[in-house]
């Protein structure tokens, strides 16, 4: 029996695919490493190739993990696949439209899809020359099963109402017009889970993988109907010996130097810049022999160096961001974490001791994972250390955990059911604040939002009251691409989109955080514009090749007050200005913006601060 098919047979999935296919609408709650991502493959099987569905559309947060599950979990068993992404893994798989009958993508296009702008036709629309054809998009969602994984990172924080509520909204329409829908988690407050289950998809089942606890108590108590499974070979093979200890922040180098030339220690942080310090003192120090860095500000093609990397180490260290937080899978048992809340500690924590790694699981059996968690020593450490998230929800967590292990307890990281001397993570979590600003704001924007979706109107509609109301179709903001290796393609005609080496980044924090000085502007008049390397395609000895043109300027000059900029300053802000007169030669494929030298380093990043 393969790996993929001991997954398929495990109890609480089979439970979740009898639920879906009597409801067709399910949330499904299971410990990390369970096989959610899996479950889609069984569901792909069941309903699009041998029932009535279309397609599986299977949506995940971040980047990195539409890569992994394209290429380790899709790919491998249905080699027709697609995914959907700012990334090129394999060009002729891409499928910005979801019309591969399997497809990953990330939560952004699906958003921004679903709201009738399709994400290949961002340059068009944004250009106010075309309303993109959406209708073919619809016409694949509206027949497909809709997969929402690690749904804790889009619907988990109620504070991040401004991009809280296209989601909310997406989930409300989709129910309502019978797609079937499943919402997938394995770290989520009970506040969050009854929301989900009662309110945004009107009575859903949950299958709960774990034993009788807390959270399963207080869902009840919420009037949610909770189908508990309990595995008990999965209970068996991943009763860990966990141990959890809080260190000061100068203790992270002695912990290293401890472990990480032996083992593969994973060693996250709250900010890509604490993330390079860190990352560059190892180097300098010569701590492990090998030291892998991963963030969300890296190019495509380093972060797939990294990628790449990460999966072949046996030790050393891997430096990174949340961006492995979610559903990522490496071959360690040790972790190092700054302090974030409690949900975010169990994902992190989660990324241990997983049964594809077969060594690692077995060493995990008989060593244990350890679990190294930065305490501040006060609360300017504390605001140092936090990074995005809440001082309070912080605090919170590192109390509920430093409560157990005074008491000569330990917390299971992994399991949902209790057993002797340890207490489970979803305890914890219960026990911990769940942000509720903002609540208003949001179901005012769903609303609003829901209304759009169920009616005719066109993408320039929908800009217009994101302007007005104030929110955001996703949690990234304003996405552009900035081209980082101009020198080397700039002028040129490419074969392949692939030469290509871009940093996604957000537009409105990058002119927030006074970023223009890492991108190329041209000033006229007294006012800076942005540069723009536009990319074409033009037909050459019958094919097409993309031409790269680097000396275009933005439509709109660079506002001297960017804190905020409505969608329309975007749309000014990342279209090329057209002269009188002046005609385009070949279409337009991709806009960039252009790093300015030197502010990118090669292997360490983007330098925005």
């Given at each position: 029996m393969t790996f993929i098919d001991a997954i398929h047979s495990r109890p609480g999935l089979e439970k979740a695919r009898e639920l879906f296919k009597r409801d067709?609408?399910?949330?499904?709650?299971?410990?990390?490493?369970?096989?959610?991502?899996?479950?889609?493959?069984?569901?792909?099987?069941?309903?699009?190739?041998?029932?009535?569905?279309?397609?599986?559309?299977?949506?995940?947060?971040?980047?990195?993990?539409?890569?992994?599950?394209?290429?380790?979990?899709f790919k491998p068993y249905v080699p027709s696949s697609g995914y959907q992404s700012l990334e090129y893994i394999e060009p002729k798989d891409k499928s910005p439209y979801f019309l591969r009958d399997l497809v990953v993508t990330t939560l952004d296009s699906?958003?921004?899809n679903l709201f009738k702008i399709?994400?290949?036709?961002?340059?068009?629309?944004?250009?106010?020359?075309?309303?993109?054809?959406?209708?073919?998009?619809?016409?694949?969602i509206f027949t497909s099963i809709i997969v929402l994984d690690e749904a804790h990172v889009y619907l988990g924080d109620i504070d991040e109402d401004t991009s809280i509520?296209?989601?909310?909204?997406?989930?409300?329409?989709?129910?309502?017009a019978?797609?079937?829908?499943?919402?997938?988690?394995?770290?989520?407050?009970?506040?969050?889970?009854?929301?989900?289950?009662?309110?945004?998809?009107?009575?859903?089942?949950?299958?709960?993988?774990?034993?009788?606890?807390k959270q399963v108590e207080k869902l009840r108590e919420k009037g949610v109907s909770v189908e508990v499974v309990r595995d008990r070979d999965f209970e068996?093979?991943?009763?860990?010996?966990?141990?959890?200890?809080?260190?000061?922040?100068?203790?992270?180098?002695?912990?290293?130097?401890?472990?990480?030339?032996?083992?593969?220690?994973?060693?996250?942080?709250?900010?890509?810049?604490?993330?390079?310090?860190?990352?560059?003192?190892?180097?300098?120090?010569?701590?492990?022999?090998?030291?892998?860095?991963?963030?969300?500000?890296?190019?495509?093609?380093?972060?797939?160096?990294?990628?790449?990397?990460?999966?072949?180490?046996?030790?050393?260290?891997?430096?990174?961001?949340?961006?492995?937080?979610?559903?990522?899978?490496?071959?360690s048992r040790i972790l190092i974490t700054d302090p974030a809340p409690l949900e975010n500690l169990a994902q992190r924590a989660g990324r241990l001791c997983r049964e594809k790694y077969t060594n690692i699981y077995e060493e995990c059996k008989k060593e244990g994972p350890l679990v190294f968690i930065v305490k501040p020593a006060e609360d300017s450490e504390l605001n140092e250390l936090k990074g995005p998230y809440e001082a309070e929800r912080v605090k919170s967590a590192l109390d509920s955990i430093n409560n157990i292990l005074v008491r000569h307890r330990e917390v299971d990281w992994r399991l949902m059911s209790h057993r002797e001397n340890y207490t489970p993570f979803v305890e914890l979590l219960e026990?911990?604040?769940?942000?509720?600003?903002?609540?208003l704001k949001t179901n005012i924007g769903t609303e609003i939002l829901k209304e759009y979706l169920r009616s005719d109107a066109t993408p320039e509609v929908l800009i217009d009251i994101l302007s007005s109301v104030g929110l955001e179709l996703t949690r990234s903001g304003f996405l552009v691409n900035l081209l980082v290796n101009a020198k080397d393609v700039c002028g040129r005609e490419l074969r392949d989109l692939e030469e290509l080496e871009t940093v996604p980044?957000?537009?409105?924090?990058?002119?927030?955080?006074?970023?223009?000085?890492?991108?190329?502007?041209?000033?006229?008049?007294?006012?800076?514009?942005?540069?723009?390397?536009?990319?074409?395609?033009?037909?050459?000895?019958?094919?097409?090749?993309?031409?790269?043109?680097?000396?275009?300027?933005?439509?709109?000059?660079?506002?001297?007050?960017?804190?905020?900029?409505?969608?329309?300053?975007?749309?000014?802000?990342?279209?090329?200005?057209?002269?009188?007169?002046?005609?385009?030669?070949?279409?337009?494929?991709?806009?960039?913006?252009?790093?300015?030298?030197?502010?990118?380093?090669?292997?360490?990043?983007?330098?925005?601060?």
């Open positions: 067709g609408k399910l949330v499904l709650i299971a410990p990390t490493g369970y096989g959610k991502t899996v479950l889609s493959l069984k569901l792909y099987r069941d309903y699009v190739q041998q029932g009535p569905w279309g397609g599986l559309i299977h949506v995940v947060p971040y980047r990195a993990l539409v890569r992994q599950i394209y290429s380790e979990k699906f958003v921004y399709p994400v290949a036709e961002l340059n068009k629309i944004y250009r106010m020359v075309s309303q993109g054809h959406y209708y073919p998009i619809e016409l694949s509520a296209p989601v909310v909204a997406a989930s409300m329409f989709l129910n309502n019978g797609v079937p829908l499943l919402i997938e988690s394995a770290t989520m407050h009970s506040d969050i889970v009854s929301a989900l289950s009662n309110n945004i998809l009107g009575g859903a089942k949950v299958v709960y993988i774990g034993g009788e606890n068996s093979s991943n009763s860990f010996n966990w141990r959890t200890q809080l260190i000061s922040k100068d203790k992270i180098i002695e912990v290293l130097q401890r472990h990480c030339r032996s083992s593969l220690v994973l060693l996250i942080t709250n900010t890509v810049k604490r993330a390079i310090e860190i990352y560059n003192e190892i180097l300098e120090k010569g701590v492990c022999d090998k030291a892998v860095l991963l963030h969300g500000l890296l190019s495509n093609k380093d972060r797939e160096k990294a990628l790449s990397e990460m999966n072949k180490a046996l030790s050393g260290v891997i430096v990174s961001t949340q961006v492995v937080e979610a559903g990522i899978e490496l071959p026990d911990t604040p769940v942000v509720q600003q903002g609540l980044i957000d537009l409105r924090s990058l002119l927030r955080r006074r970023g223009v000085r890492i991108v190329e502007t041209i000033s006229m008049n007294g006012r800076d514009y942005l540069r723009l390397a536009v990319v074409r395609v033009v037909r050459k000895s019958g094919e097409n090749v993309f031409k790269v043109v680097c000396d275009e300027k933005s439509k709109y000059y660079i506002p001297t007050w960017a804190k905020e900029i409505s969608h329309k300053e975007y749309q000014g802000l990342t279209t090329p200005k057209v002269e009188d007169g002046e005609e385009y030669f070949g279409s337009i494929a991709i806009t960039l913006l252009v790093a300015s030298e030197g502010s990118y380093v090669k292997g360490r990043g983007l330098s925005v601060w």
